[in-house]
């Protein structure tokens, strides 16, 4: 060993003796942190799924790819930050001697040429996600990015890091090359070889890039290690049991968000029948209480903003974003962590844990973070502003795209629960909502005894529950198809086109209430239970002896159709649901209905939210539009998984939209920006947004917003009187 290699390796020793204290230092914190929220046992079932699902989804990069050019350069850094780990391993070897390598691979030629390889595409990746980044810089002309609010320096460290990592892995080997120390053959390493050829003979280049490479990385793992909340890099290693205990591992990929998490408290979901919010947690008051898997999310986001950017809030102008909301909650639970371990906190009923010794030799900031309300204003000082929290639509497309698999959904309704029923704190316009789902069973308030006014008129009998002997389909109406006008000509299409195919189908008629889709978003989840516990019931005694898979639902609202499908399981109600553009789509593929004359005047389809990206049912409403429209369907720019909201979904329909554009109004344009005549929906709460979107454009008379039934009802019966006035009922 020379004087080189002895100072080389005293430098790599330290540096990385320094660098592994603070690392371990780091995850003991962070772990500390993580374990302050709530059980989750559920996170724990499944393991074998659960690792499945995470080794999928991140070797497969099933989110990233989604996103073309960046995915693909994401995947050679992630597969290079893991195989080229191997190489800076490696540098430890050759600090200490100049032809040092790893032990036994590392004079495989196959390892010099995977290590070439990956070397080479991982050097590609991160210079494409340097220049995207730049691209994309909050601050360049042209207004908000997806990265508006990320840490922007902590992105360009890391990225320089592993591209000096990179840099340096070849200077190494170039050196081997031109001190004749280096094994492997130019066909296996040609970049090496053409790096050793421009560098000189020097002997202790190899030992000096070495120790450059390891104080590079270990720089990386010391800043990090002193920044716990720098995402972008620690989701390397936190992205892994994020996924792994991710809500419903084993729902096909595919296959939808599945049901809103339920109210747990210690872990355990809420009876209502004997909760008591002095001893049980009422949704989330306090950081702490979520659960532990709900700080592991917002440990691990890497505020790459691709939640941000399809988020209908923050796109219309609105102060929510995803991405900031759980930077917000992540800043928060580490500041206000030290405060916690000393053993703080508020007990239910609001008293302090800690006793004055206790507390006596806290860091003020830690105190100060302590006495932040969760929920606030900026004068109060809040975490989280309440035109954030009530801003979400719960239209799952922060969900949908974010690559380590946050559940912002479920953290935005568990601080909405808490704001309902502890502190009846919401919009006051969506007062009236609940009260009259409380006391009439349908947000409208409507008398129930007018549910099945829809059916006036039609020429035919719609069958009820326990009048017919026998029915295939439950017919669930839903409240806006019984007393919304638009949304009953809906009902009365698919109605008539049921019995146009000779489908046996019953209502329930005045039997039905409320699915509580509304109540549960909003947070109300005493009513959502109640209206769902009474449902469950009805609809058991409606299907009484009947197996699972004949238990046989459509539903004309893809909010109902989502609460009955995922939710009511959770109460005892197992139930096969459809929406009706699948059955009516199967109804037209099995030949049972007949369209006989193509709608023309261009069509565009507007995917709801809660039948698309909830449920995955993207290709129904379209086969059934294929089928009954003249040409082909013309597809929106935000379609299918992309699908921008309507602005109804998450009770915003109740509420008022008082900040920045209508989210209606951005839709409708995007919609009559493709010059199709009408837009095709598959639920009442769209097709009212959507209405009012285009009337308030003045452009009622140019553009029609109807549902895809009544779309199809127009092609297999033409000469029946349809349109759009309410007084002429479709089928009647
Ligand atoms: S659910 Fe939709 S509206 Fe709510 S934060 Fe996510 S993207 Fe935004
Ligand atoms: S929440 Fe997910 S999608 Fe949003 S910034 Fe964080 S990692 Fe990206």
């Given at each position: 060993?020379?004087?080189?290699?002895?100072?080389?390796?005293?430098?790599?020793?330290?540096?990385?003796?320094?660098?592994?204290?603070?690392?371990?230092?780091?995850?003991?914190?962070?772990?500390?942190?993580?374990?302050?929220?709530?059980?989750?046992p559920?996170?724990?079932?499944?393991?074998?799924?659960?690792?499945?699902?995470?080794?999928?989804?991140?070797?497969?990069?099933?989110?990233?790819?989604?996103?073309?050019?960046?995915?693909a350069?994401?995947?050679?850094?992630?597969?290079?930050?893991?195989?080229?780990?191997?190489?800076?391993?490696?540098?430890?070897?050759?600090?200490?001697?100049?032809?040092?390598?790893?032990?036994?691979?590392?004079?495989?030629?196959?390892?010099g040429?995977?290590?070439?390889?990956?070397?080479?595409?991982?050097?590609?990746?991160?210079?494409?996600?340097?220049?995207?980044?730049?691209?994309?810089?909050?601050?360049?002309p042209?207004?908000?990015?997806?990265?508006?609010?990320?840490?922007?320096?902590?992105?360009?460290?890391?990225?320089?890091?592993?591209?000096?990592?990179?840099?340096?892995?070849f200077?190494?080997r170039?050196?081997?090359?031109a001190?004749?120390?280096?094994?492997f053959?130019?066909?296996?390493?040609?970049?090496?070889?053409?790096?050793?050829?421009?560098?000189?003979?020097?002997?202790?280049?190899?030992?000096?890039?070495?120790?450059?490479?390891?104080?590079?990385?270990?720089?990386?793992?010391?800043?990090?290690?002193?920044?716990?909340?720098?995402?972008?890099?620690?989701?390397?290693?936190?992205?892994?049991?994020?996924?792994?205990?991710?809500?419903?591992?084993?729902?096909?990929?595919g296959?939808?968000?599945?049901?809103?998490?339920?109210?747990?408290?210690?872990?355990?979901?809420?009876?209502?029948?004997?909760?008591?919010p002095?001893?049980?947690?009422?949704?989330?008051?306090?950081?702490?209480?979520?659960?532990?898997?709900?700080?592991?999310?917002?440990?691990?986001?890497?505020?790459?903003?691709?939640?941000?950017?399809?988020?209908?809030?923050?796109?219309?102008?609105?102060?929510?974003?995803?991405?900031?909301?759980?930077?917000?909650?992540?800043?928060?639970?580490?500041?206000?962590?030290?405060?916690?371990?000393?053993?703080?906190?508020?007990?239910?009923?609001?008293?302090?844990?800690?006793?004055?010794?206790?507390?006596?030799?806290?860091d003020?900031?830690?105190?100060?973070?302590?006495?932040?309300?969760?929920?606030?204003?900026?004068?109060?000082?809040?975490?989280?502003?309440?035109?954030?929290?009530?801003?979400?639509?719960?239209?799952?497309?922060?969900?949908?795209?974010?690559?380590?698999d946050?559940?912002?959904?479920?953290?935005?309704?568990?601080?909405?629960?808490?704001?309902?029923?502890?502190e009846?704190?919401?919009?006051?316009?969506?007062?009236?909502?609940?009260?009259?789902?409380?006391?009439?069973?349908?947000?409208?308030?409507?008398?129930?005894?007018?549910?099945?006014?829809?059916?006036?008129?039609?020429?035919?009998?719609?069958?009820?529950?326990?009048?017919?002997?026998?029915?295939?389909?439950?017919?669930?109406?839903?409240?806006?198809?019984?007393f919304?006008?638009?949304?009953k000509k809906?009902?009365?299409?698919?109605?008539?086109?049921?019995?146009?195919?000779?489908?046996?189908?019953?209502?329930l008629?005045?039997?039905?209430?409320?699915?509580?889709?509304?109540?549960?978003?909003?947070?109300?989840?005493?009513?959502?239970?109640?209206?769902?516990?009474?449902?469950?019931?009805?609809?058991?005694?409606?299907?009484?002896?009947?197996?699972?898979?004949?238990?046989?639902?459509?539903?004309?609202?893809?909010?109902?159709?989502?609460?009955l499908?995922?939710?009511?399981?959770?109460?005892?109600?197992?139930f096969?649901?459809?929406?009706?553009?699948?059955?009516?789509?199967h109804?037209?593929?099995?030949?049972?209905?007949?369209?006989?004359?193509?709608?023309?005047?261009?069509?565009?389809?507007?995917?709801?939210?809660?039948?698309?990206?909830?449920?995955?049912?993207?290709?129904?409403?379209?086969?059934?539009?294929?089928?009954?429209?003249?040409?082909d369907?013309?597809?929106?720019?935000?379609?299918?998984?992309?699908?921008?909201?309507?602005?109804?979904?998450?009770?915003?329909m109740?509420?008022?939209?008082?900040?920045?554009?209508?989210?209606?109004?951005?839709?409708?344009?995007?919609?009559?920006?493709?010059?199709?005549?009408?837009?095709?929906?598959?639920?009442?709460?769209?097709?009212?947004?959507?209405?009012?979107?285009?009337?308030?454009?003045?452009?009622?008379?140019?553009?029609?917003v109807?549902?895809?039934?009544?779309?199809?009802?127009?092609?297999?019966?033409?000469?029946?009187?349809?349109?759009?006035?309410?007084?002429?009922?479709?089928?009647?």
């Amino acid at each position: 060993m020379g004087s080189v290699q002895i100072v080389t390796t005293i430098l790599a020793a330290a540096i990385t003796a320094v660098a592994v204290w603070l690392a371990v230092r780091a995850v003991l914190k962070m772990v500390a942190v993580i374990r302050l929220g709530q059980p989750a046992p559920e996170r724990f079932t499944d393991k074998i799924t659960r690792a499945r699902t995470m080794l999928v989804e991140t070797a497969g990069h099933t989110r990233m790819l989604k996103w073309g050019v960046v995915g693909a350069a994401h995947w050679f850094v992630m597969v290079g930050f893991v195989v080229l780990s191997l190489l800076v391993l490696e540098a430890y070897f050759e600090v200490v001697t100049t032809d040092g390598g790893l032990p036994i691979i590392g004079h495989w030629t196959i390892f010099g040429l995977v290590t070439e390889i990956i070397g080479v595409l991982g050097l590609v990746g991160i210079l494409v996600l340097m220049a995207i980044r730049l691209r994309n810089r909050p601050t360049r002309p042209g207004g908000r990015s997806r990265f508006t609010g990320s840490t922007m320096w902590q992105g360009y460290f890391v990225e320089w890091i592993v591209l000096l990592v990179l840099i340096f892995g070849f200077v190494i080997r170039g050196f081997k090359v031109a001190t004749d120390h280096f094994e492997f053959p130019v066909w296996a390493t040609p970049v090496s070889h053409a790096v050793g050829a421009v560098l000189p003979a020097w002997a202790d280049g190899v030992s000096v890039a070495a120790a450059i490479k390891i104080i590079i990385s270990m720089t990386w793992l010391i800043v990090i290690s002193l920044n716990v909340t720098m995402g972008v890099a620690w989701h390397r290693f936190l992205a892994f049991p994020n996924i792994f205990f991710k809500r419903e591992p084993a729902r096909p990929a595919g296959s939808g968000l599945g049901a809103l998490r339920p109210m747990t408290s210690q872990g355990k979901p809420l009876d209502f029948e004997e909760a008591d919010p002095e001893k049980d947690q009422f949704g989330v008051a306090h950081v702490e209480q979520f659960t532990w898997k709900g700080l592991l999310d917002f440990s691990t986001c890497t505020e790459c903003g691709r939640c941000q950017s399809q988020c209908p809030a923050w796109n219309t102008g609105k102060p929510l974003s995803p991405k900031l909301l759980v930077l917000s909650l992540r800043d928060h639970a580490y500041a206000k962590a030290p405060y916690l371990l000393a053993g703080g906190g508020k007990d239910l009923t609001g008293e302090e844990k800690a006793t004055q010794a206790q507390l006596a030799h806290l860091d003020v900031l830690a105190l100060a973070e302590a006495d932040k309300p969760l929920i606030g204003t900026a004068e109060e000082g809040g975490v989280i502003d309440p035109d954030v929290l009530w801003s979400c639509t719960t239209c799952g497309a922060c969900v949908e795209q974010c690559p380590v698999d946050i559940e912002h959904v479920d953290h935005i309704v568990d601080m909405r629960r808490y704001q309902v029923l502890i502190e009846s704190s919401f919009p006051s316009e969506a007062g009236v909502m609940l009260r009259n789902l409380e006391n009439k069973g349908n947000p409208w308030g409507a008398p129930q005894n007018t549910r099945e006014d829809w059916t006036k008129g039609l020429d035919f009998e719609v069958p009820r529950v326990g009048e017919v002997d026998d029915f295939e389909y439950l017919f669930w109406v839903g409240c806006a198809g019984a007393f919304e006008d638009r949304a009953k000509k809906t009902t009365r299409a698919v109605a008539t086109l049921l019995n146009e195919a000779g489908v046996s189908f019953a209502i329930l008629g005045e039997g039905e209430t409320c699915s509580g889709d509304p109540a549960r978003r909003i947070g109300n989840e005493f009513v959502f239970q109640m209206l769902a516990q009474q449902n469950v019931e009805t609809l058991n005694e409606a299907f009484e002896g009947r197996e699972k898979a004949k238990r046989k639902i459509v539903a004309t609202c893809p909010h109902c159709f989502n609460t009955l499908g995922n939710e009511y399981g959770q109460l005892g109600g197992e139930f096969e649901v459809v929406h009706h553009t699948q059955l009516l789509a199967h109804l037209v593929a099995t030949g049972k209905l007949t369209p006989v004359q193509p709608v023309d005047g261009g069509v565009t389809y507007h995917d709801p939210c809660y039948l698309g990206r909830h449920n995955r049912v993207f290709a129904a409403p379209r086969e059934v539009l294929g089928d009954a429209i003249e040409g082909d369907l013309t597809e929106m720019p935000r379609n299918s998984e992309r699908s921008f909201c309507c602005g109804a979904g998450g009770a915003r329909m109740w509420m008022e939209e008082k900040i920045g554009k209508r989210i209606n109004v951005d839709r409708v344009e995007e919609a009559m920006a493709t010059g199709a005549r009408t837009v095709a929906v598959g639920c009442p709460f769209c097709s009212t947004m959507l209405n009012d979107g285009v009337n308030g454009k003045g452009a009622g008379e140019q553009v029609e917003v109807i549902d895809v039934a009544s779309v199809l009802l127009r092609s297999v019966k033409p000469q029946q009187p349809q349109g759009g006035k309410e007084t002429t009922p479709v089928g009647g």
